[in-house]
């Protein structure tokens, strides 16, 4: 059994820069791609940016320059670092990985979210 459980976020103002953190635990062999995601009522969940195993990373036009993306292979963590927020930032930010267990190979893992949401 596997669980991603994010910290972080809450109510932030204009131009901070918080921190979200996701965790991984469970019966893990091995974990691919890590990355976040958000969502905002109405709207389809949209990526926010990954990181590979490797450390190779990509993230949506609307976030780069101001977030970056980091991860502890050792520790199955995955951070984002969040500067310059924005109002339109404001959304439920996910943590998503794929992960091989002993029963699934690169089976895609969801976090519970958690709220950002940015005061002008």
């Known amino acids: 059994q596997v669980q991603l459980v994010e910290s972080g976020g809450g109510l932030v103002q204009a131009g901070g820069s918080p921190r979200l953190s996701c965790a991984a635990s469970g019966s893990i062999f091995s974990i691919n791609t890590m990355g976040w995601y958000r969502q905002t009522p109405g709207k389809q969940r949209e990526l926010v940016a990954r990181?590979?195993?490797?450390?190779?990373?990509n993230s949506s036009d609307s976030v780069k320059g101001r977030f970056t993306i980091s991860r502890d292979n050792a520790k199955n963590t995955v951070n984002l670092q969040m500067n310059n927020l924005k109002p339109e930032d404001t959304a439920v930010y996910y943590c998503?990985?794929?992960?091989?267990?002993?029963?699934?190979?690169?089976?895609?893992?969801w976090g519970q979210g958690t709220q950002v949401t940015v005061s002008s």
């Open positions: 998503a990985a794929h992960i091989t267990t002993a029963t699934f190979v690169g089976r895609h893992y």
């Open positions: 990181i590979t195993s490797g450390g190779s990373t």
